[in-house]
């Protein structure tokens, strides 16, 4: 994600940037020089020190100092940076239209693109009732909108634009914490005036005055760049995704390296099993069989196999994906840890790609503090048949007094308060790629280096 590889990118010179996947925007950069010393003195913002600033700083040799954001890398080597238009337009015009220009023809090539890959998309799925009904919809957008592009009516609303220039161009570049990112991120959803130019404390000052908060998830972002191409592999990722939510979607949940399917049965058992972890590890999982009695056998786990980098979840999670026919998955998995109490929940979209390797292509992870009371969540625990199922398991053997209950309890309520929170941001990353088959590109990791 962009998000991960802004992460990795901060305290590091622009040499250490790492690759970062995605379509290649071009900007004519031979250019560069020409339209900055052309446009200079026209309506130029005058520089901020970047420690003051909310936004990021890239100062090109011989050309402009741009704020806004760095996503990073381009396949290609260059560096990739997202500027509002609106700033774009009034502190380098001549910069900015030939950003405009060249933005709406990478527009077209992108819909040319993505035409042939719907009506490939269509042919190997005739008859997928919902997911049918969406394709058709988008093949006739993707034309409306392809026409009007021909015909020059079309109209890009996207309020930021996307510049690359190569590597040795960058002078400079500073990338701000993940806070204050967060807090212009917030200030261009407003939007607020001259967020480019203002210190971060000073927009945080009047995003507290409107009691808006700041924006943590940085591929908000991406809902704000234009239509661009976008790789084989991440067509690939939003392929499945879509397919997902509107064809076949496959969960699955575990604790370290098991894993299992949770269909319409098993989702009965979530609440039992988020309690029967912290009990074995109470017991030292001598209640293995009784408990696994006590929760739907159709929720057993899937034995653990072999999976690149350690990962041995993966090997069975593929398989059973493989087996259910689709092409991505979501998988949670809990980890609950009695010493530091402490429970974190992880969750990932998993993605099969034209090699046969499945790999993760968006995760996050909540954690959560075991001392905090919640109460709503505890008494729902309590109340569940499935729980209750396995607290009167281990007060029948004798091992599980009162104290342990109350433990147990609360390690499944700040376990379920994670999952609510990791799931709000799955759905949120997964309702941006419904919109349409054209919207942000799908934020694809950067490869691993080798080693």
């Given at each position: 994600?962009?998000?991960?590889i802004?992460?990795?990118?901060?305290?590091?010179k622009?040499s250490?940037?790492g690759?970062r996947?995605?379509?290649?925007v071009?900007?004519?950069?031979?250019?560069?020089?020409?339209?900055?010393?052309?446009?200079?003195?026209?309506?130029?913002?005058?520089?901020?020190?970047a420690?003051?600033?909310?936004?990021?700083?890239?100062?090109?040799?011989?050309g402009?100092?741009?704020?806004?954001?760095?996503?990073?890398?381009?396949?290609?080597?260059q560096?990739?940076?997202?500027?509002?238009?609106?700033?774009?337009a009034?502190t380098?015009p001549?910069?900015?239209?030939?950003?405009?220009?060249?933005t709406?023809?990478?527009?077209?090539?992108?819909?040319?693109?993505l035409?042939?890959?719907?009506?490939?998309?269509r042919?190997?799925?005739p008859?997928?009732?919902?997911?049918?009904?969406?394709?058709?919809?988008?093949?006739?957008?993707?034309?409306?909108?392809?026409?009007?592009?021909?015909?020059?009516?079309y109209?890009?609303p996207a309020p930021f634009?996307?510049?690359?220039?190569?590597q040795s161009?960058?002078e400079?570049v500073?990338?701000?914490t993940a806070?204050?990112r967060?807090?212009?991120?917030?200030a261009?959803?407003?939007?607020l005036?001259?967020?480019?130019?203002?210190?971060a404390?000073?927009l945080t000052?009047e995003?507290?005055?409107?009691?808006?908060?700041?924006v943590?998830?940085?591929?908000?972002?991406?809902?704000?760049?234009?239509?661009r191409?976008e790789?084989?592999?991440?067509?690939?990722a939003?392929?499945?995704?879509?397919?997902?939510?509107?064809?076949?979607?496959?969960?699955?949940q575990?604790?370290g390296?098991?894993?299992?399917?949770?269909?319409?049965?098993?989702?009965g058992a979530?609440?039992?099993?988020?309690?029967?972890?912290?009990?074995k590890?109470?017991?030292?999982?001598?209640?293995?069989?009784?408990?696994?009695?006590?929760?739907?056998?159709?929720?057993r786990?899937?034995?653990a196999?072999?999976?690149?980098?350690g990962?041995?979840?993966?090997?069975?999670?593929?398989?059973?994906?493989a087996?259910?026919?689709?092409?991505?998955?979501?998988v949670?998995?809990?980890?609950?840890?009695?010493?530091?109490?402490?429970?974190?929940?992880e969750?990932?979209?998993v993605?099969?790609?034209?090699?046969?390797?499945?790999r993760?292509?968006w995760s996050?992870?909540?954690?959560?503090?075991?001392?905090?009371?919640?109460?709503d969540?505890?008494?729902?625990i309590?109340?569940?048949p499935?729980v209750?199922?396995?607290?009167e398991?281990?007060k029948?053997v004798?091992?599980g007094g009162?104290?342990?209950?109350?433990?147990?309890?609360?390690?499944?309520?700040?376990t379920m308060?994670?999952?609510?929170?990791?799931d709000?941001?799955?759905?949120?990353f997964r309702?941006?790629?419904?919109?349409?088959?054209?919207?942000?590109?799908?934020?694809?990791?950067?490869?691993?280096?080798?080693?």
């Amino acid at each position: 994600m962009f998000g991960s590889i802004i992460r990795a990118m901060r305290g590091t010179k622009v040499s250490d940037l790492g690759p970062r996947r995605g379509p290649r925007v071009a900007l004519a950069c031979g250019c560069w020089l020409v339209l900055f010393m052309a446009g200079q003195g026209a309506g130029a913002d005058k520089p901020v020190p970047a420690a003051e600033l909310a936004v990021d700083v890239i100062s090109v040799k011989g050309g402009p100092r741009l704020l806004g954001a760095v996503l990073g890398r381009e396949e290609n080597g260059q560096l990739a940076v997202a500027v509002r238009r609106e700033w774009l337009a009034q502190t380098h015009p001549q910069l900015y239209d030939a950003s405009q220009r060249d933005t709406l023809v990478q527009c077209e090539a992108a819909l040319q693109t993505l035409r042939g890959r719907i009506a490939d998309w269509r042919k190997a799925r005739p008859a997928e009732g919902e997911l049918a009904a969406f394709l058709k919809q988008e093949a006739d957008r993707v034309e409306q909108d392809l026409q009007r592009l021909q015909a020059g009516r079309y109209q890009e609303p996207a309020p930021f634009l996307l510049l690359d220039f190569p590597q040795s161009r960058a002078e400079r570049v500073v990338v701000q914490t993940a806070a204050r990112r967060a807090v212009a991120l917030a200030a261009w959803q407003v939007p607020l005036e001259r967020v480019e130019t203002r210190t971060a404390a000073s927009l945080t000052q009047e995003l507290k005055q409107r009691q808006l908060a700041p924006v943590t998830d940085p591929d908000e972002l991406l809902l704000m760049l234009p239509v661009r191409p976008e790789s084989e592999s991440a067509w690939v990722a939003r392929r499945a995704l879509v397919e997902y939510q509107l064809r076949k979607p496959f969960d699955l949940q575990g604790t370290g390296d098991l894993v299992f399917p949770v269909g319409e049965q098993a989702a009965g058992a979530q609440a039992g099993r988020l309690i029967e972890g912290v009990v074995k590890n109470l017991t030292g999982g001598g209640l293995q069989g009784l408990l696994d009695q006590a929760l739907d056998p159709s929720a057993r786990p899937q034995a653990a196999g072999g999976g690149a980098g350690g990962e041995k979840w993966l090997a069975s999670a593929s398989q059973a994906a493989a087996a259910a026919d689709v092409s991505g998955f979501r998988v949670t998995r809990v980890d609950q840890n009695l010493e530091a109490q402490q429970v974190s929940v992880e969750t990932r979209f998993v993605v099969r790609f034209s090699d046969g390797a499945w790999r993760t292509v968006w995760s996050h992870t909540e954690k959560g503090d075991t001392t905090k009371v919640r109460g709503d969540l505890e008494q729902q625990i309590q109340q569940d048949p499935q729980v209750r199922q396995v607290l009167e398991i281990v007060k029948a053997v004798g091992l599980g007094g009162d104290e342990q209950v109350k433990l147990a309890l609360r390690f499944g309520a700040a376990t379920m308060d994670c999952q609510k929170q990791a799931d709000n941001r799955f759905f949120r990353f997964r309702d941006r790629y419904l919109q349409s088959l054209d919207g942000p590109v799908f934020p694809m990791a950067p490869p691993a280096k080798a080693k």
